[in-house]
């Protein structure tokens, strides 16, 4: 069974930067990708980046694209999200996630494994 353990999250003024890490335990680990996704408030929970886990592909949001990096570190089984430039629109929930197979890293429904999600405040 895979464990995904986010940390990083906090409170942050508008302009500002936060690294979010995602620490994968488990037996063995080798998925085809992982992903961050985020849920606001009322909303539902939506994809932010994700990168394949032997080829580093990644994958933006268009929205996000150029404010956040993803990036894995495959000997820790870690894959971080930086964060810049936050706006006060992108206080959520962060989750991280990890999928088996190679499907469209995008969806939701391509992931088995979640994260417990760190929550990211940007005050204006």
């Known amino acids: 069974q895979v464990q995904l353990v986010e940390s990083g999250g906090g409170l942050v003024q508008a302009g500002g930067s936060l690294r979010l890490s995602c620490e994968a335990s488990g037996r063995t680990f080798s998925p085809y990708g992982m992903g961050w996704f985020r849920q606001a408030p009322g909303k539902e929970r939506e994809f932010v980046a994700a990168i394949t886990w032997s080829y580093g592909i990644t994958f933006y949001a268009d929205s996000r694209k150029g404010r956040f990096t993803i990036s894995r570190d495959n000997a820790k089984n870690t894959v971080y999200l930086e964060m810049t430039s936050l706006k006060p629109e992108d206080t959520a929930v962060y989750y991280c996630?990890?999928?088996?197979?190679?499907?469209?890293?995008?969806?939701?429904?391509?992931?088995?494994?979640w994260g417990q999600g760190t929550q990211v405040t940007v005050s204006s």
């Open positions: 996630a990890a999928a088996r197979a190679p499907l469209p890293l995008r969806s939701r429904d391509s992931y088995n494994y």
